[in-house]
């Protein structure tokens, strides 16, 4: 097996028995990025130099005690880390590329573990999107057909992942952007409770509702990177102060006597029938291993999506409100006044999307709105929040699809935003409660894509989201498939 | 001029004013309240919810979000931003009176810091110097807030 190929845990059994040396395992991954990203577009910044260089100095140090330690990674376009360009894949800080003087707390966590980073990966713009076309530096395609989107905006973590130019990669879910790409490349990735991880350094998109999480070739793999970057942060007054507990442990492989949900909400009439097969089937493996599936209701999932679609653009439009020339990015000549320069850094830096967003925000925040729109978007939060708080009395976590559909192809919703809404149907729920959710293949469909599980959770509950997800997987038998590349 | 502004905003007001003889910092403060008071009479007002904008309209947005549209933009935009108000439009029928307004979802509250300058993490001039404009003496060139430069 190639070195490249390897999980977390395989890589760090060989590093440790001074089987394989960091620098064979990272160079590794370097030549799979020259080889197939040509087809992919999942790297839109290789730092091999740096790379290589902190690969020698493990090697030479020889302490392979972390399981992180060595293992190199890629992380999206958003997370800050000193000296390497971050772009946020958007012509407002390409164009003089902003290069961070400090780094986000997630991958100083990392570095600190002894983990490798490898470059930075292609996201929908200031990742706006659900299938990484919005980025400057153009679409990621699936690994496992080309036609296809990998999805997004954590897009080109999780082609990367499914490619095996990393080990693993970093991705962020404000509204399904870890979730949904990692079902349309055949991975696992996890959307913690809100506050589990620390948002500092990541370029901001929705505040309340923004998350920072791993995307892995298998749940163990997710336990050791999520358990390395959890945790409260000074710098995050946002971050809980709840201990982070073992995650590995929670692994035992037993769901028995466990409380499953199955929320009716989720399988209406006129759904993908290979989609609700898929997660039918994973309740029959859950069936088989000793736990109970639990009908249940979450009378205000349809809901989720448009109160998304408020709030989010809401924050947004607050949120860029810093690009606008002066500190970072793009700037402009002659500029007649400070107002005309802000109008033509802007519209000039910024696409479609994020302009649509910034305006929709505007607007439903503008005197007279702010009540009907975000108020009233914020109290629809509370609601579907009480839905789940309610139905975790009954159950341990709650199973569910991840997607409409398979990964859709390279411009099927090119002119129609709200068609791009409706791919997060199933995603807007648990963002709204703040609660972790993860994606775990379950299959693939006639198409030969990749199917995605969702394993929902009470907030802070990852641990038991994360064993159910793992007795799953090893039961199943999905984990591992490769695309032919 | 001023005491007659007030005066048709508020007669209690006037008068009080002329009894306490307010120096000038005073009048700066009672003059911002006012200015509030004003501000939070049209947040209660209500506008009726419109699921489909007009290119003027779009275009005064733009113009509050501080962007230029290209020309024949007011209308792409005015479609799109449309279709997206009428999805969104769902939120207005769902029964929210039973539901406080959710910010924080894990339930933190006033989370407070010492209010210390940090620079362990990154140095100010470090910030700078990712600007594209002029930095003198540590300071940001802009272009002129009034006029031209």
């Known amino acids: 097996m190639s070195l490249h190929a390897l999980t977390i845990t395989e890589a760090h059994e060989k590093l440790r028995k001074k089987e394989i040396s960091c620098e064979e395992l990272t160079r590794s991954c370097l030549e799979r990025i020259e080889k197939v990203d040509g087809a992919l577009n999942a790297v839109v910044y290789r730092n091999f130099d740096r790379a290589l260089l902190e690969a020698k100095k493990i090697d030479s140090e020889g302490k392979f005690s972390s399981p992180l330690a060595g293992i190199p990674y890629l992380a999206k376009d958003v997370y800050c880390e000193e000296g390497v360009p971050t772009t946020a894949c958007s012509n407002v800080l390409r164009s003089k590329d902003y290069v961070p003087p400090f780094d986000s707390t997630t991958t100083k966590r990392l570095k600190a573990a002894g983990a490798i980073s490898i470059g930075k990966t292609n996201t929908d713009e200031f990742t706006m999107g659900a299938s990484t076309e919005t980025s400057c530096y153009g679409v990621t395609r699936n690994p496992w057909d080309t036609k296809r989107v990998a999805g997004g905006s954590s897009g080109g973590s999780a082609a990367a992942v499914a490619a095996d130019e990393c080990i693993f990669a970093l991705g962020t879910d404000t509204g399904g952007s870890i979730r949904q790409p990692a079902a349309f490349c055949g991975l696992t990735g996890i959307r913690p409770t809100y506050g589990r991880t620390s948002r500092y350094g990541v370029m901001s998109m929705a505040s309340s509702l923004d998350t920072i999480g791993p995307m892995c070739k298998n749940v163990e793999d997710l336990a050791i990177v999520l358990q390395a970057i959890a945790g409260a942060d000074p710098l995050d007054g946002t971050t809980g102060k709840k201990p982070v507990p073992d995650y590995t442990k929670a692994l035992t492989g037993n769901v028995k006597g466990m409380k499953i949900g199955l929320p009716k909400e989720y399988f209406a009439d006129g759904m993908n029938e290979e989609i609700r097969a898929s997660v039918m089937n994973a309740a029959d493996v859950f069936k088989k291993l000793g736990a109970t599936i639990v009908d249940i209701s979450l009378p205000h999932t349809a809901y989720a999506t448009p109160c998304y679609y408020v709030l989010c653009p809401c924050e947004v439009s607050s949120n860029m409100a810093r690009y606008d020339g002066i500190r970072y990015g793009h700037t402009v000549k002659n500029a007649e006044n400070l107002v005309d320069y802000y109008h033509r850094a802007r519209s000039e830096g910024f696409g479609n999307e994020v302009k649509r967003r910034i305006m929709i925000g505007t607007y439903a925040l503008s005197a007279g709105y702010y009540d009907a729109y975000y108020r009233q978007a914020q109290k629809v939060r509370t609601l579907i929040s009480r839905d789940f708080a309610e139905a975790y009395k009954t159950v341990d976590v709650i199973i569910a699809p991840v997607t409409p559909g398979t990964a859709f192809t390279v411009g099927a919703h090119e002119s129609d935003p709200v068609a791009m809404y409706l791919e997060d149907i199933f995603l807007s729920p648990q963002v709204m409660a703040g609660i972790p959710a993860l994606s775990v293949p379950c299959g693939f469909a006639k198409n030969s894509m990749p199917l995605g599980l969702q394993i929902m959770g009470p907030q802070w509950g990852e641990e038991t989201v994360l064993r159910v997800a793992d007795a799953y997987e090893k039961s199943a038998g999905f984990a591992g498939k490769k695309p032919a590349l | ?149």
């Open chain 2, 1 to 149: 001029m001023q005491m007659e502004e007030f005066g048709s905003m508020n007669d209690e007001y006037a008068h009080n004013t002329t009894v306490f003889c307010m120096n000038n910092t005073e009048f700066i403060i009672l003059h911002s309240a006012f200015i509030i008071l004003k501000y939070s009479a049209v947040l209660h007002y209500t506008p009726p919810i419109m699921t489909a904008l007009t290119a003027d309209q779009v275009r005064h947005i733009a113009k509050l979000a501080r962007l230029n549209l290209k020309e024949g933009e007011e209308e792409k935009f005015a479609k799109e931003l449309s279709a997206i108000l009428t999805y969104i439009d769902a939120l207005q029928k769902v029964n929210t009176k039973s539901a406080e307004a959710t910010a924080q979802i894990t339930g933190l509250e006033s989370i407070f810091r010492e209010d210390r300058i940090r620079t362990d993490n990154v140095q100010p001039d470090a910030l700078l110097a990712t600007s594209p404009l002029p930095i003198i003496d540590h300071q940001i060139q802009t272009p002129s807030a009034h006029g031209s430069t």
